[in-house]
């Protein structure tokens, strides 16, 4: 993959995530307009520990728009992307651009509030709740990469890295038990053993994180390690928003998110400016 050749799929994602956010300010102000929004949870809390919080109090308003956040989030990074590192051969930014793009892709969960598909959860919701789990997989895998391949692979390698992520991401999804009979309150069908999920999940964030603390440390780049710190806060807020059904997560998780974001690609900019 040359650098000219990565430009343009980073162009083609940012119009996919360009056409995400008008599907979600759309599917929002639809959900809206029909009154359509449950005023219960229509399933189990996240984490049902802040059903006491008076600040954490339920908000189905809020749980569609912290979904309608993701792809304004992966639209801004990858503006920043396109334009800072057009001319920048840099492996980590590829694939931290592709795990960006792979935020969007989160928007499709607004379809189940706006068909009321939390009644009955079928055949669309579990589809849509496949999608969801290959978005969050691939998102954090690709973030891994980002660390564990720096400086290590040519430009070359990264397409066929990338669909192999997909790919991986894809197989995982689709062995992921799904409770077709239990729904969350941020409109997500529930995946069975989700202990065990959310442990990989938090494994591979970690993972991530000090993948780049350890790149950093050893070469004595402290870009590198700004920037470990900016994918910590990154996956704090992305976590809080995807456990978003309340106003405070709403806010601190997508101020946590772009900030972090804005802290890795700042030092990453920053270091590669100098190169």
């Known amino acids: 993959m040359t650098i000219a050749t990565r430009n343009r799929f980073i162009r083609l994602a940012t119009l996919c995530a360009i056409a995400f956010l008008l599907m979600s300010a759309i599917s929002v102000v639809l959900t809206v307009m029909h009154r359509s929004l449950p005023a219960t949870p229509p399933g189990n809390r996240p984490i049902p520990l802040l059903d006491g919080w008076i600040l954490t109090r339920y908000s189905p308003l809020a749980s569609i728009c912290a979904i309608?956040?993701?792809?304004?989030?992966?639209?801004?990074?990858?503006?920043?992307?396109?334009?800072?590192?057009?001319?920048?051969?840099?492996?980590?930014?590829?694939?931290?651009?592709?795990?960006?793009?792979?935020?969007?892709?989160?928007?499709?969960?607004?379809?189940?509030?706006?068909?009321?598909?939390?009644?009955?959860?079928?055949?669309?919701?579990?589809?849509?709740?496949?999608?969801?789990?290959?978005?969050?997989?691939?998102?954090?895998?690709?973030?891994?990469?980002?660390?564990?391949?720096?400086?290590?692979?040519?430009?070359?390698?990264?397409?066929?890295?990338?669909?192999?992520?997909?790919?991986?991401?894809?197989?995982?999804?689709?062995?992921?038990?799904?409770?077709?009979?239990?729904?969350?309150?941020?409109?997500?069908?529930?995946?069975?053993?989700?202990?065990?999920?959310?442990?990989?999940?938090?494994?591979?964030?970690?993972l991530s994180t000090l993948s780049y603390l350890i790149l950093g440390l050893t070469r004595g780049v402290k870009e590198y390690r700004a920037g470990a710190l900016g994918i910590l806060v990154l996956l704090v807020g992305y976590t809080l928003l995807l456990s978003c059904d309340s106003w405070v997560f709403l806010v601190a998780g997508t101020l946590l998110c772009a900030n972090g974001a804005w802290l890795y690609l700042d030092r990453m900019h920053r270091y590669y400016l100098w190169q």
């Open 68 to 206: 309608a956040v993701f792809p304004a989030l992966a639209l801004a990074g990858l503006g920043y992307i396109m334009f800072a590192f057009e001319k920048t051969q840099t492996v980590e930014i590829t694939f931290f651009a592709a795990a960006v793009f792979a935020l969007s892709i989160e928007s499709v969960r607004l379809f189940i509030p706006l068909y009321e598909l939390w009644i009955n959860a079928g055949f669309f919701a579990v589809t849509i709740s496949r999608v969801v789990f290959f978005c969050r997989i691939f998102a954090l895998l690709a973030l891994l990469a980002s660390g564990l391949f720096a400086n290590t692979q040519t430009i070359q390698q990264i397409g066929p890295s990338i669909f192999l992520l997909a790919f991986f991401s894809f197989s995982l999804a689709n062995s992921i038990p799904i409770n077709s009979a239990g729904m969350e309150s941020n409109f997500l069908v529930s995946a069975g053993y989700s202990a065990v999920l959310d442990l990989f999940f938090m494994l591979i964030g970690l």
